[in-house]
């Protein structure tokens, strides 16, 4: 029995080949545990390289683990964080960020699942009201859960506004690969040259088994945040295994190959699909993510070929995404098997 | 440069062959994440085969994400949780029971970090009053966090008493698969069929990669867990990974040998020092573990050679730890290197 | 320097004087602390007297304590409250709801701040997806935050929909008196009768010193509530002085008399400022609050004499809240203030 | 029926007749809500009369509610707090102190229930160790919960210590006004003078009706705690209630005279009993409270007539506390009633 390929989610693909091999690479002998041994120290350097010499990195096991470790370094119980009303930290926690920080998340509605800094100042009152939580951290998604993407600019807005109010800016970054590529940029004028505070970096939907880092700005953002990523249950005692995978991404831009090829896929997706005029593409195809209407018939024989789930049940939006793994095949064949379901 | 073979922690060591080799044929195509796939069915299906039908299983990513799973599914925060003082939950989570449960842990002092019906009962009272955080839970940690080993009989009276008090039993099993091999009986005798309702069930210390099991005696105990397992931050979306490395754990008794052989090079090892006589071993060396005290002057010239850990740095106690991967040669140039430095 | 009467709050008021001759009449001797004693027996037999004899009745100290008591007994973490985004839990109660229950509280928006069995709709989904945090708890507030009253009807409807979903209902009663009387039924009839399954039972903003009853449909809802609110720091050791307020509130009508003063004077402000074109009422007038857009200059010249809150500066809404002390000369004086500004 | 006086506790008593006063007092048309009144303001200028210029003084309902507002506001969930394993925070409050702070606590064994720089430092380890919870506040009780005070000297090398390592110290005062008589000294002498960063200064056990205070050294310590009162439950609205007993308490040596008088009523019982050869006073005397081993057949009727409670139920030993209302009559009936007994 084979696994087929489908458009779910980019964390249903497997390990990239190198990965896995890097893997395999660091299986020798015995190191330290918990992050005190070399690897990790290698892992931790290539993080240096790419986003500056005083960033800290945590390595973790996953998104959620990450986004509440971010969160708890930079709050208190009585803030409030603001994100928006489509984010993974808002709507696929299941109330982590709630329950671990113990924080408000204040929810900005916008239909690209965009902040700006016009649509987050309705939460932006009440500094010093005790009766409120305290708005401390703005939490933006980095391609968006709707695959959209910001731009520098966008970004920087929106770091000087939080700073101006004595707040942070966390990036949700589950697939900031797919970002970088379609801006164009680094990981680091995307970040922190941009001004954000702190960065949580996804792996495992670009290729890695599992982990996620956390990265900080700087020391001084990071000061407590070993002991909340123990105490939140994401530190890993065999780390040479995150850190033989991260490591391995940053190396000869593995990154950006797997990131490259989604996107290049959801373009060819979307420029298919733009042509039957029965689909009707909702969000800009950006990085590696197609949302479309489509004529409810299709749904259920599509996804009994190629699984996907739906965005929007009640108009019949779906999320198509592609994966480092994608083939222009599995694309031709879905397109394929769309039109034939159509006539 | 290579890896050195220690005594620090079964942790330090690698990732058995054979679960490399397990993974690596799972990675192929997509398949649905959080577990809605066939690997995690068929390595359940394993589970239930070793432990019986009726239990249900959920697989996290560590040790301290298993217990505070555990608890959080059968207490609510106005519970305490009686443990050793010794136990990993009291001492190396950093508070994530407490924080994450909200409950308060009652602490027992045993030399051995064994609980019986008679150190437990320190605790048992306030039942009904208000002021007290209400006892519902007891926490034995098999192996025990200094290697001695609970009797079946001394589990079953700890759940007969337990549950007399509409309180539940938990094992922290880190060391599980030590313990079996050492009572040379199933896991199923040592746990649902002594009465324990859940098992944190270690698969990292016994050559996996990452990954523990969940493991519940029914279905009811087990109701709400899966939303705990994500509130908690532990639920991963390439589940496949874990799940073919618990497969491959429980096939053809990969986890015997693995705990056998770690057992046997403690008993070895501890064997060729017992003739020592500047050496006193501390604790009965039941699983893979050795404690002892030594002379101090040994202790940094062997570290350099072999990493260890102090266990209590005030006596001069060590903690010797065997893994899967130990051989004789390790353990005879380990004794070798104490012998010279004592001449 | 005597303190002048205003519309900020109804908590702006002093103890009605009933209240606090009941308070001393209780000022005798030694009576067991925390509850266990014969004056908050007789309180608690008063409720019973008032919703039956089934309702299970705890006293706390203030609002957020009877709300955040309230929803943990009927939650757990992973658990979601709906409420209207104008509601005190959602805004006035710095995230003590989030932090205390762990829960993920999910906004409605309506300008009149009552929740319908409509716009409740939009979050009853991701039933067992355990990504979602899970709705366990519709939470409405009668009075709402905007004096606005859901009749029994509403009530009614609401309970049986969340019911049908394996919900449960609570209201935060913090102004209810004001509601039996503006609807002119029993708490009774208003609340468990109704399908509530716990109600927050305001004294405060009705003429009490200290205290708000947290009342339960049946005891089963309220199994473990007492260790609840002893961990919430909700728990008062000279109960007395809580019991003889609300043993009083609740004899000859006193809670009758005091929130048909303060509807009566709402209604006497609404009537004549609803004779001034520059001001606009903006929610109807149903109990105790009159809210209205009234022009800019008025605003710091009124506060000077009668203070006040504003509610949306934005547009320069304010609240003029009665009470049960607010005299007709209070009303009188302040429209005629009105009318003089506006000249 | 009227109310026997016994010797269960402090705050079974009433309420001291010039603390109502004071309440009657204030009772006059509106003043600003949650603490913004002049009543407020006067009662914080009392106690920086009597602390000294620098405290921060807020307002809470019950000495749970003082004590963890005060460990929200110095530490982070990953701490330690160190404390008697006898203490109120640790064996009274139903875990509330792990449930809101997040915390651990380490308990200290002592007969007395009296915290040392010796018997600290089984727990001042593990300082930057992630696996392990970061001790930063040490709690002892004054008056302890077993009657024993602290000397001035005691303070200042148990302040020295903690503050030599990085930590605060934390003194839980509900009965700091016997302390102070015992020790003749002034609040400000044991408190802040020794080096102490926050106390939850008593009022409830000294003849209020409900309030404590929570006070800071200075403001920095207490830079966000008017945000965790609130998300704590503990903020009151009609604060001029508790702000008018405070100011009564501090006015004239009121507390002194309440104090004085519940101490020196234990020193007459302690005396009177200390002539018994069937008791045994198992603890020093030093404020109103006396400990004792009595014969089993005595306290059924005793407690019939006196109530009052067990200490240790396995070795009969009693807790008798007296108020500031303990008339030297009871005391005598008292001790009447034990000889009668004994005959």
């Given at each position: 029995m084979s696994n087929i390929r489908g458009f779910a989610s980019d964390n249903n693909s497997g390990v990239h080949p190198d990965i896995l091999k890097a893997i395999s690479e660091v299986n020798e002998g015995h190191v330290v545990g918990y992050g005190d041994d070399r690897y990790t120290a290698e892992a931790i350097e290539k993080f240096r390289e790419v986003f500056g010499p005083d960033v800290e990195v945590l390595f973790v096991y996953n998104g959620t683990g990450a986004n509440v470790t971010s969160i708890q370094a930079l709050t208190r119980p009585f803030n409030a964080v603001i994100c928006s009303d489509l984010s993974h930290i808002y709507?696929?926690?299941?109330g982590a960020p709630e329950k671990l920080a113990g924080c408000k998340l204040l929810p900005v509605h916008a239909s690209d699942a965009k902040l700006t800094v016009e649509n987050i100042k309705q939460h932006i009152h009440g500094f010093g009201f005790e009766h409120h939580s305290q708005p401390k951290m703005v939490s933006i998604t980095?391609?968006?859960?709707?695959g959209t993407v910001y731009t520098i600019d966008e970004i920087k807005a929106i770091a000087d506004f939080v700073h101006s109010h004595g707040m942070y800016l966390h990036v949700d970054g589950a697939r900031i690969s797919n970002a970088a590529v379609a801006l164009g940029c680094s990981f680091k004028e995307m970040t922190f040259d941009a001004g954000v505070d702190v960065l949580s970096f996804g792996g495992t939907k670009n290729g890695l088994m599992f982990g996620e880092a956390v990265v900080f700005a700087n020391e001084k953002l990071a000061e407590n945040v070993k002991y909340i990523r123990k105490q939140t249950t994401q530190l890993h005692s065999k780390m040479r295994y995150i850190a033989a995978q991260f490591k391995a991404l940053l190396t000869d831009d593995l990154w950006k190959k797997n990131a490259s090829h989604a996107n290049k896929m959801a373009q060819i997706l979307a420029e298919k699909v733009s042509g039957i005029p029965e689909i009707e593409i909702t969000q800009k195809v950006e990085a590696n993510g197609v949302f479309c209407i489509v004529p409810e018939k299709l749904i259920k024989p599509l996804q009994d070929e190629y699984f996907f789930y739906f965005w929007d049940e009640f108009r019949n939006e779906v999320r198509w995404m592609t994966s480092f793994d994608t083939t222009e095949e599995d694309v031709n064949g879905f397109v394929e098997l769309i039109k034939k379901l159509l006539k």
């Open positions: 709507v696929d926690e299941c980095q391609v968006t859960e709707v």
